[in-house]
């Protein structure tokens, strides 16, 4: 079956024969995928009062050890938010009563990120609503296919000097 990138390769082949256009292929599909994955999980999120961006703050403090607190830069380390978005998300996070900023027991001038109740129950509903959602993203592939290709992924994102920290 083909798609709209076997359309666009087709396209450039014919126009630049001279040029190999491969890996249009991979990251032309990457790109349409992300857009397809984005809007899926930004629906997801809607659903629930979120963005992808506070979900991803709220999901952040709560994968950490109780009782689920960062420093604003640990939470930047341990997100996929940028630090001027992790700011911004807190504001707002904490407008709405599901963050807590406190002073640091260790440097008086820093602060440091708390789920309240309230944010702590919210992630608690929106996670199990996002991996369904992720899992209908992922239905058209077999378990050996989901590990093949995130195990693709992960190499192409290290290569690219994106590694745990």
């Known amino acids: 079956m083909a798609d709209h990138v076997d359309l666009v390769l087709e396209q450039w082949h014919a126009q630049r024969p001279d040029l ?33 961006a506070s979900f991803d703050v709220l999901a952040t ?5 109780p009782p689920h607190r960062l420093t604003p830069t640990g ?15 807190l504001d707002r996070l904490e407008a709405r009563g599901l963050v807590t900023r406190t ?10 990120v708390g789920l309240t109740g309230e944010g702590l129950a ?3 509903r929106v996670l199990p609503d996002h ?14 296919e989901r590990a093949a290709l995130a195990g ?7 290569s690219l000097g994106d590694t745990r920290d």
Do not use: C, I, K, W
């Open 20 to 52: 190999d256009v491969s890996p249009m292929a991979v990251v032309g599909r990457l790109t349409r995928l992300s857009r397809l994955v984005d809007g899926e999980l930004q629906r997801t999120f809607a659903g629930h009062g979120l963005d992808r």
């Open 61 to 65: 403090l709560r994968r950490s050890a």
């Open 75 to 89: 939470l930047m380390r341990a997100s996929m938010v940028t630090s001027g978005a992790v700011t911004q998300r």
């Open 103 to 112: 002073p640091s027991e260790r440097d008086g001038r820093g602060v440091v």
């Open 122 to 124: 919210l992630v608690d």
């Open 131 to 144: 991996l369904a959602t992720e899992e209908r993203l992922l239905g058209g592939l077999t378990g050996e």
């Open 152 to 158: 693709a992924l992960a190499t192409v994102l290290e």
